[in-house]
């Protein structure tokens, strides 16, 4: 079956560390994207790639990276420089080049930082 | 300013009874607008889609959801809930590039 792969689940790290959250996807989707996800803020979108080798920023890119070398996978980097990265991060993907297709969501990763 | 606003964060209903989720956006145009269910620990799955047309779109699990222009809302129903249907439900809406996500409603169901 096709979808969305995230690992790890759970992602302990220390405070001052960088950390990859990994996303593959083999839908054969354009597009594809990372969300935060926060008790009571719904999703937030931090990065967006419409194409490989091409991203975008979304709402609250700063303190994170990522990078799109394949179709199929798009990591994202939590860098030390994130000032509050506990969370849940969510990959999605989609056909269309950001118009009206519905989103596929991975399983998401939960990063804790200490 | 583009906006979602679901304005319950949390609602009870007895299993067997029906539903409504409240779901209200702020646009120029005509929005795409959507409404996915989170499990505890999950991803996002799309229940159901509006682009355009029929204003009573029906969903997946038996969910439908109906546009109101007049009213500006998308609310979400189903005539008669199950346990299962326990989760956290959040509307969006916009382009898939730049979609505007409520904060969500959590779901209980009583026996």
């Known amino acids: 079956d096709g979808g969305i792969t995230q690992s790890p689940k759970y992602l302990f790290r220390k405070e001052g560390q960088n950390v990859t959250l990994s996303c593959e996807q083999n839908l054969n989707h354009d597009a594809m994207y990372w969300y935060r996800q926060d008790p009571g803020q719904g999703l937030r979108l931090i990065y967006y790639?419409?194409?490989?080798?091409?991203?975008q920023k979304g709402d609250i890119a700063e303190g994170y990276s990522v990078s799109r070398e394949k179709k199929e996978s798009f990591p994202l980097t939590v860098t030390s420089a994130q000032k509050n990265p506990t969370a849940f991060y969510l990959c999605?993907?989609?056909?269309?080049?950001?118009?009206?297709?519905?989103?596929?969501f991975g399983n998401g990763t939960r990063l804790t930082v200490t | 300013a583009q906006s979602v606003t679901q304005p319950d964060i949390h609602i009870t209903v007895s299993e067997g009874a029906s539903l409504e989720l409240r779901c209200n956006y702020s646009y120029g145009a005509t929005p795409y607008l959507f409404w996915y269910v989170q499990s505890p620990g999950q991803g996002l799955q799309l229940l159901l889609k509006y682009f355009s047309g029929d204003t009573l779109v029906q969903g997946i699990k038996g969910f439908e959801a109906e546009f109101k222009r007049s009213q500006s809302s998308f609310n979400l129903r189903k005539p008669s809930v199950h346990w299962s249907d326990a989760a956290e439900y959040f509307c969006?809406?916009?382009?898939?590039?730049?979609?505007?996500f409520g904060t969500g409603t959590l779901l209980a169901v009583q026996p």
């Open positions: 790639s419409q194409i490989v080798n091409d991203f």
């Open positions: 969006a809406g916009g382009a898939t590039n730049k979609l505007i």
């Open positions: 999605a993907s989609s056909t269309d080049r950001g118009r009206n297709s519905p989103l596929h």
